[in-house]
T-cell receptor
Framework: DAKTTQPNSMESNEEEPVHLPCNHSTISGTDYIHWYRQLPSQGPEYVIH???SNVNNRMASLAIAEDRKSSTLILHRATLRDAAVYYCILRGSPRGKLIFGQGTELSVKP | KAGVTQTPRYLIKTRGQQVTLSCSPISGHRSVSWYQQTPGQGLQFLFEYFSETQRNKGNFPGRFSGRQFSNSRSEMNVSTLELGDSALYLC?????????????FGEGSRLTVL
């Protein structure tokens, strides 16, 4: 299984942008990059995914390097409710399986 | 639309006992997967069921088993419980759109083994 590497923790100030990096140097051509986050006392929730091009949705943006060996999740304006553990996951075959790394614990200061 | 429902939310067992956890997926979702979350190992994939068949399996001993019913509800069973089985067990359902599909997780069942 291809692995991802993320910083253990990051801090942000409220209403400022946050860039969460992820390295995945062993990614294969068919792996999708998914991001999930887990708020305290909850199950993980989907944030965004992409293959090659940058992606935007109402929650975040995903910037993917041209060689696909790294990606960055961008929260445009962090709120206190964004404090969570963020997981970068490579989703390939078999498709029903998610391999979670240790994730990045994001704290947001008022 | 109701989310993924897991029962029970909390339970306490003793070593050697067995436990059964239940998961009701989002209506229309046929894929159900199970994960174990512990402070030391993080989130680990247990198995995935699709249309009553186990499609994928993680690296857990045979004491961990599961099944899926015709209505897509799933159960997982852990026999001969060990202290190390204390964990949050999470269930996720998906409409199985291949590699782009989103997984919806329940809030989990927290198992404590004494």
């Amino acid at each position: 299984d291809a692995k991802t590497t993320q910083p253990n923790s990051m801090e942000s100030n409220e209403e400022e942008p946050v860039h969460l990096p992820c390295n995945h140097s062993t990614i294969s051509g068919t792996d999708y990059i998914h991001w999930y986050r887990q708020l305290p006392s909850q199950g993980p929730e989907y944030v965004i995914h992409g293959l090659t091009s940058n992606v935007n949705n109402r929650m975040a943006s995903l910037a993917i390097a041209e060689d696909r060996k790294s990606s960055t999740l961008i929260l445009h304006r962090a709120t206190l409710r964004d404090a969570a553990v963020y997981y970068c996951i490579l989703r390939g075959s078999p498709r029903g399986k998610l391999i979670f790394g240790q994730g990045t614990e994001l704290s947001v200061k008022p | 639309k109701a989310g993924v429902t897991q029962t029970p939310r909390y339970l306490i067992k003793t070593r050697g006992q067995q436990v059964t956890l239940s998961c009701s997926p989002i209506s229309g979702h046929r894929s159900v997967s199970w994960y174990q979350q512990t402070p030391g190992q993080g989130l680990q994939f247990l198995f995935e069921y699709f249309s009553e068949t186990q499609r994928n399996k993680g690296n857990f001993p045979g004491r961990f088993s599961g099944r899926q019913f015709s209505n897509s509800r799933s159960e997982m069973n852990v026999s001969t419980l060990e202290l190390g089985d204390s964990a949050l067990y999470l269930c996720a359902s998906s409409n199985d759109r291949g590699l782009t599909g989103e997984l919806f997780f329940g809030e989990g069942s927290r198992l404590t083994v004494l």
